[in-house]
């Protein structure tokens, strides 16, 4: 299976840029797992995701839960749930700083990178970690 990751670099704001992302793949029908293994990020999305705008609605929950097989938009803190996805159809958006484990069971993977140097010095490790293992790699600017 080939895996195609795209890096959307200098967004203003990472969670909420990842807000907007979700919502865009969420009204297209698309079903993803969002992968952060620190559980204070994680929470942090998790709230901005039902209040990030007035009028936004994005139904998500967590991968263990019991309703995760009828959500579309899963949020995931241990590699372990990412190893046998609830959809396998999905794609992911990595908000980790290190690369999600099992890559290739993915066919499409969505990282979003902040301006902050940190972020970023993490995105190039993730990035060449990416090449290496031949992924079709696909660069975006937000700036």
């Not at 969420?26 to 620190?38: F, T, V």
């Amino acid at each position: 299976m080939s895996v195609r990751v795209d890096f959307a670099f200098g967004a203003p704001n990472r969670l909420r840029t990842t807000c907007d992302v979700v919502r865009k793949h969420y009204l297209a029908g698309r079903k993803l797992i969002i992968y952060q293994s620190d559980s204070r990020e994680l929470l942090r999305l998790d709230r901005m995701l039902w209040g990030f705008e007035p009028t936004a609605y994005i139904p998500h929950v967590m991968v263990e839960d019991p309703l995760a097989n009828q959500t579309p938009i899963l949020l995931c803190q241990h590699a372990d749930a990412l190893t046998t996805p609830v959809y396998p159809e999905a794609w992911l958006i990595n908000l980790d700083q290190q690369g999600p484990p099992l890559p290739s069971s993915f066919t499409r993977i969505l990282e979003i990178v902040s301006n902050q140097e940190s972020d970023k010095s993490f995105a190039r490790q993730r990035w060449r970690h990416y090449q290496q293992h031949g992924y079709a790699l696909h660069s975006h600017n937000l700036a």
